[in-house]
């Protein structure tokens, strides 16, 4: 193969192509060729010859990028790529991440005819096997999503099942998912196809050549060093495989890329007598561990144990993969469950067990992006078996990135930014990549090639490695109290809190799709929220300082921030930071606590992001001074009605309104302690306060508040009440109901946006194109009307939203609104042309007079819509049956 393309990028009329950096093996004419000399500058560096590097180079080339070298340190597609199983796969559950597969798919499938090269493309379909209700649950699920964006896919029968593979034994199963446009191919040589795409398109591409170091000039990669020379450069393109996490550190500025190597194991078999059928259906045997295809007439299969091996824990070890040591001990419970899957296969002779090293990432999500701290210094890595099917589309959208300054579509899930310095412990990554692996199966995740089969296999659900990183003073008191964790960006936040008389095991093993056992506890929380007073842990909210000594930081922020800054002092401003097109890069509250002086409170996960973007809008000659001050301050939120009380005790000071007006900061004394930041907001619309507090005093003003509260009925409360309570008040949260490509005229925000105060900021040309053009999307509420909470299953997030029977889009965030007794779900409606499909404008009008449905596993329910809360549906609880909902159409 590999003579096969040099004689492709080498043929009459290639005047740049691939060129050789030493011989090849086996090849006289190549070790007579003199060995060609690197060239001296290019626009954009890429290491890695495997499908991500050929991806990335592939698509720049065809956004008329031509300036791009590919260095490869071993032969081209000879890393994972070679070992990869080859199989395609467009099922997912994060959007983004069906949207890449789909689009890979699709690549695939004419890159042979735009080649040349015989990529081994084959549509065969998949299958996925239930054999649990709750994992037919988990399929509906992801099938009610895939038909609504066109990718063909239905739940069948076993029957069926033995109909589409009569070798499988269904006796064990419920049901099963087929996917008929799945395919498989050779993996190396669509990595080779897109290198000679990308050579023939002017890309130069060196093999054998290995890069020592990524040169950075004050926060901007220069060029790369390597064995054979130096390469000036704007841009660098970190697509090194399991080797990317030390790569990161091989420049004047490290680069954090958190990932680890883990072995993998798969079997390859002689034909069958009767050879399989090259259309034989891809099986994927969740609840075994094991997936199955066709190969060569007979049958690769593998899987993901129980014990997963990480390895190269101590750093690099080889250059190009070889296939590891068999440990057939190791492999022998997949074997067991292949063979029970396919009693057949026992008169089968297995050729070999391959054993290769696959990379995986704290979170079971590729990793992608710029560098928060290196400007050019992209990142494409962390496939978690999944890299054939994600590839062709995150080349894509990497090559977009860096072309245009942005992707197509919202990848913050995928963003390298969503991680910081502590994921990269090489401890940590050990623990956390085993039990991600173990997870992958266990959570109802699909297995090599078609990792992360959408969601878990049931909602929330928390990681159990690499806990307790970060931690609020409070931590200990809070578990001693009965507090159940969650982790965000490495902070533990509190879930809700098990009464003495609630049964803690129980509540931990209880992990369903229908209504969860936590239902009363988080309820009764969310009661004290509404008639008494509660206290939530937020410390992990990510809190930045911005001062200057002239006015220097008023107006940066004033061009960073889309509503207006220019307030008295002590008051709070609530803003989204944009992007040029007008998306949410941020949503957050800004305290100005002086002339100077600002406070900036934005989500826990936006810590790395927001503090990247700041950096780069910041003027750099500037006298401002950005401070992190995250770990300085413990914040509590006082939420409900005797939150007035309570501080109005421990400080000794009227917190009335007309004392202390809502969105207002002030710096007063908690009890004995002094410099408490009180500000009049809760994030969830309820009537209370939030508290930074320096963290010396945090255990102190905890206390004064719980003992000085329990006259007024306080209790703590956790995350799960805060969302049940912003959601009901229709508060969109920002990586949930906003992204990078939703904007304020879209979700209710007008009022947020200083467009008519002749104040310029980044996205307002976008948002003023947009108030004369109409949206094209809106957010809107759902309460479900004819769901029962105790019986049926409960919406979570991404469910399809249907207007008059047609698709319209799918919700962002739900949660159970406790004042209502219905569910609540957000979302974004489209108004897609009954003739063109094409997206139309959509108004008030279009939403209010559609009639509603959400789709939950492929069961509809009935839902009333509206565009803003109706606050008489909040102020007051009211049964099921007595909420007369009617008004919600344009009232």
Known sequence: MLHRLLAVVRGPGSRRGWQKGSPARGSASAAAAPPVALPAQAQVVVCGGGIMGTSVAYHLSKMGWKDVVLLEQGRLAAGSTRFCAGILSTARHLAIEQKMADYSNKLYHQLEQETGIQTGYTRTGSIFLAQTQDRLISLKRISSRLNVVGIPCEIVS?????????????????GAMHVPEDAVVSSADVALALASAASQSGVQIYDRTSILHVMVKRGQVTGVETDKGQIQCQYFVNCAGQWAYELGLCSEEPVSIPLHACEHFYLLTRPWETPLPSSTPTVVDADGRIYIRNWQGGILSGGFEKNPKPIFTEGKNQL??????????????????????????????????????????????????????VRGYFVLVGMNSAGLSFGGGAGKYLAEWMVHGYPSENVWELDLKRFGALQSSRTF??????????????????????????????????????????TSPLYDRLDAQGARWMEKHGFERPKYFVPPDKDLLALEQSKTFYKPDWFEIVGSEV?????????IDMSSFTKFEITSPG??????????????LDVPVGHVVHTGMLNERGGHENDCSVARLGKRSFFMISPTDQQVHCWAWLKKYMPEDSNLILEDVTWKYTALNLIGPRAVDVLSELSYAPMTPDHFPSLFCKEMSVGYANGIRVMSMTHTGEPGFMLYIPIEYALHVYNEVMSVGQKYGIRNAGYYALRSLRIEKFFAFWGQDLNTLTTPLECGGESRVKLDKGVDFIGRDALLQQRQSGVYKRLTMFILDDHDTDLDLWPWWGEPIYRNGRYVGKTTSSAYGYTLERH????????????????QVVTADFINRGEYEIDIAGHRFQAKAKLYPVSSLLTHKRRKEDVELSDLHGK
């Open 158 to 174: 076993p029957r069926k099942v033995a109909e589409l593979h009569p070798l499988l034994n269904v006796h064990d199963l419920v």
């Open 320 to 373: 190009e993969i070889q296939n590891l040591q068999e440990d057939w001990d190791h492999f022998e419970p997949l074997l067991s469950s292949l063979l029970r899957r396919m009693p057949q296969l026992e008169t089968l002779e297995i050729m070999k067990l391959v054993n290769c090293p696959e990379t995986f990432t704290p979170d079971m999500r590729c990793i992608m992006g710029e560098s928060p701290s």
């Open 429 to 470: 990554l050990r623990h956390r990549v085993m039990e991600v692996m173990r997870d992958l199966v266990d959570r109802g995740a699909q297995l090599r090639g078609l990792a992360l089969l959408y969601d878990l296999k049931v909602p929330r659900w928390d990681f159990q490695t690499g806990r307790q990183l970060r």
């Open 527 to 535: 009661k004290c929220c509404k008639e008494a007073v509660c206290v």
């Open 551 to 564: 006015d220097q930081a008023l107006a940066a922020l004033q061009r960073l921030f889309s509503n207006d």
């Open 824 to 839: 609540v779900c957000l979302g974004f409606v489209h108004n897609f042309s009954e003739d063109t499909g094409e997206e």
